[in-house]
């Protein structure tokens, strides 16, 4: 069983920064993908970024709305992904969680996804 642990959340102002973290613990993966999603009041879960690791290259994703602003790396060895934030938005406020899947490639499907995290709130003031 993996275990996802988000952290980095919090209040910003719009135009700041956040880092958000996941580390995963337990069973690991040689080959896999791990991704954020994000999920504001009443609005579905939606892809913000992903990268997949494969015999030493990466492979990354980012929706349309975050490109340019966020980024995500990731450090094999220690199962640990990161979303770098900048110039935030308030529609960028949302629970952002982490998810991983034991495939390498990355994907913008939520149900393609394995394991899950519990969340961190992150919400960005006008």
């Known amino acids: 069983q993996v275990q996802l642990v988000e952290s980095g959340g919090g209040l910003v102002q719009a135009g700041g920064s956040l880092r958000l973290s996941c580390a995963a613990s337990g069973r690991t993966f040689n080959n896999y993908a791990m991704s954020w999603f994000r999920q504001a009041p009443g609005k579905e879960r939606e892809f913000v970024a992903a990268i997949g690791w494969y015999y030493g290259s990466t492979d990354t994703d980012y929706a349309d709305s975050v490109k340019g602003r966020f980024t995500i790396s990731g450090d094999n060895a220690k199962n640990t992904v990161y979303l770098q934030m900048n110039s935030l938005k308030p529609e960028d406020s949302a629970i952002y969680y982490c998810?991983?899947?034991?495939?390498?490639?990355?994907?913008?499907?939520?149900?393609?996804?394995?394991?899950w995290g519990q969340g961190t709130q992150v919400t960005v003031s006008s």
């Open positions: 998810a991983a899947r034991s495939v390498y490639r990355t994907s913008r499907d939520y149900g393609s996804y394995d394991y």
